[in-house]
């Protein structure tokens, strides 16, 4: 009895002797960097200027992020496709990389409130006549690869029961292959599909209607067992919108009406 009490004894003592082991919130600002996964094929959440620097939605508000942390932003380069494979590797801290806040995403990662709330638009080639979202039926549409609109708009085909699906790995690539001719109409968020016409590198295409999809709301992201990251990046997230930075890098990149982050009965 008298050495286990002993054994015991040492147990406890060992526990409170022993150093607290830091959080990635702790080793964050520690390092004194703060890598951002940033899609950089994503006007106006993510592109890069005539010289070549990172610039957009997204880009700022890892820059404010990190401003808030006392830390320096690094932001690093991530296809859609590798964005929570970043994070897993080790190569990134957090996604700022308008990821939407999918139930099967947040079995692999930790998702924070939304940040930011996408609408769906339907941009078309002009010479196959598509006029709204029901004309694509029969059609050969596409997408980028993994993202909610993709996943959507494949399911919607499948429906149809006619048509085609190509599944493309940047918004680039789907917007080249949509003025060629290899499809003929996709659905994107409104702010990319304005952002692309409006560019005038993809000839004949046109935004043409709404997508009749659920609002994307998109979170950012990082380790799931963060916890103590995630509720900092969750007050962070408040902050912006009570400061009114929220709005003035809306109307910076994107313009026009404010979309709200409140889910009617969730999020207020």
Sequence with gaps: ????????????????????????????????????????????????????????????????????????????????????????????????????????????????????AFEMAVTANDKTGIKSFEDMKGKVVGATAGTFEAIALEKQVKEWGAGEFRPYQTQADVFLALSQGQIDATVSTSTVAQANVKTGKFAGISVVGKAPFDTDYVALFTNREEYGLINYLNLFINQQVRTGRYAELYEKWVGGELPSLAVNGVYR
């Design 1 to 116: 009895m008298k050495t286990s009490m002993l054994a015991l004894g040492l147990v406890a003592a060992t526990a409170l002797t022993s150093p607290a082991h830091a959080d990635k919130l702790d080793d964050i600002i520690g390092s004194g960097t703060l890598r951002c996964a940033v899609v950089l094929d994503f006007p106006p959440m993510g592109s890069r200027d005539e010289n070549n620097n990172p610039v957009g939605f997204d880009v700022d508000y890892c820059n404010d992020l990190a401003k808030a942390l006392g830390v320096t932003a690094e932001i690093v380069e991530t296809p859609f496709p590798e964005r929570i494979p970043a994070l897993m590797s080790g190569r990134v801290d957090v996604g700022v990389a308008s990821t939407s806040d999918t139930l099967e995403r947040a079995k692999t990662v930790g998702m924070t409130v939304p940040y930011f």
